[in-house]
């Protein structure tokens, strides 16, 4: 029998069910939606939810970029390894959340908010690329004192690695700040990723309150481009915003920054905190024909690098850690 964990991860963001359909261009643009792209909801996209599941024979499924990640992180790890923590409403869709969770082992403590339904997120996928518009709902409504009442609070304290998904930080940011603060005072490990690029453009703030924290910020090429822009970076090379994050200011000293940027099927990029250069790793090449939905990839490769991260594993272990669940997730529909 496998040794169990003691949920030494602990990860923080919005529970969300994904409706998922193929779409087109003209789909995309009757809401007004890039091919490949995440956004917040606004009114104009609310009909989006049931044309998906009436005219686009949309799948329902378990998601939220953090949400996806632990499961994804606890595919790898003992059982009793991972937690999720987020805030649903209390309906039926909560109840899919909950079982797709538990079939999983992932342990989820979520917030029960009686007055929002579940949040939602369409998925338009048009090829190999899917446009993500959520309505937060419920998951908008988490609240610290959930995170530090005492049965809570006692989780994070047990746990080892928190991660914070970037979206949640236009949630609750004093929850992200107590996991970032904690995670200093005792030496453990604070994670965050950047999640989509409007989170730098138009979150800069809260982001950067997280930064001086962070031992490691995982993001992709073009949230990369967006943290540059956002921060006054006269450039769009990736090695360098990598170079620039990593080498900012850190509370925690004991410990370098590491900043992984996946750039699809291009090297995976890597800088360390006061380190010259950076380090460039292959992807885990999958054929054309194995692809089946690109949903989720980087959720996914954020669970293999954490997985990695929690036993131990160097960078370089980490992130083939990541590129391999990666490989397996695209080869499925949506973020399993």
């Not at 899919?96 to 929002?116: N, V």
Request: proline share 4%.
């Amino acid at each position: 029998m496998a040794p169990e964990g003691k949920y030494e991860l602990l990860c923080l963001e919005n529970p969300l069910l994904d409706i998922q359909g193929q779409g087109d261009e003209a789909m995309l643009e009757k809401y007004g939606l890039k091919a490949n792209d995440a956004i917040l909801a606004e009114d104009k996209h609310m009909g989006l939810y049931e044309d998906l599941l009436s005219n686009r024979k949309a799948v329902q499924l378990a998601g939220g970029a953090a949400q996806n990640t632990a499961r994804g992180a606890q595919y790898i790890l003992p059982p009793s390894s991972v937690l999720f923590i987020g805030c649903v409403g209390k309906d039926k869709y909560a109840d899919t959340l909950r079982e797709a969770c538990d079939a999983a082992g992932l342990r989820t403590e979520y917030l029960i908010d009686p007055t929002q339904p579940t949040g939602r997120c369409g998925v338009i996928i048009t090829g190999h690329d899917r446009s993500l518009c959520t309505h937060l709902a419920a998951a908008n409504e988490y609240k610290l004192s959930h995170l530090t009442s005492p049965p809570i609070w006692s989780l994070v304290k047990a746990a080892k690695v928190f991660y914070v998904g970037g979206f949640h930080l236009t949630v609750c940011v004093p929850a992200a700040m107590a996991l970032a603060e904690e995670a200093s005072k005792e030496g453990k490990i604070f994670a965050l990723n950047l999640s989509a690029p409007f989170i730098p453009q138009f979150f800069k703030e809260q982001v950067e309150a997280c930064v001086p924290y962070c031992d490691y910020v995982i993001g992709n090429e073009t949230e990369a481009g967006a943290y540059a822009e956002a921060d006054g970076l006269k450039t769009k090379d990736v090695k360098e915003i990598a170079r620039h994050i990593a080498d900012k200011t850190k509370t925690n000293e004991g410990r370098k920054r590491v900043v992984v940027i996946t750039q699809g099927t291009e090297e995976t990029v890597v800088a360390v905190q006061g380190e010259k250069g950076v380090e460039e790793f292959k992807v885990h090449n999958v054929p054309k024909e194995e692809i089946c939905d690109t949903t989720g990839a980087g959720d996914a490769f954020a669970g293999g690098f954490l997985a990695g991260v929690v036993e131990g594993k160097s960078t370089k272990e980490s992130v083939h850690m990541g590129q391999w669940l990666a490989s397996l997730s695209i080869r499925e529909l949506g973020p399993q």
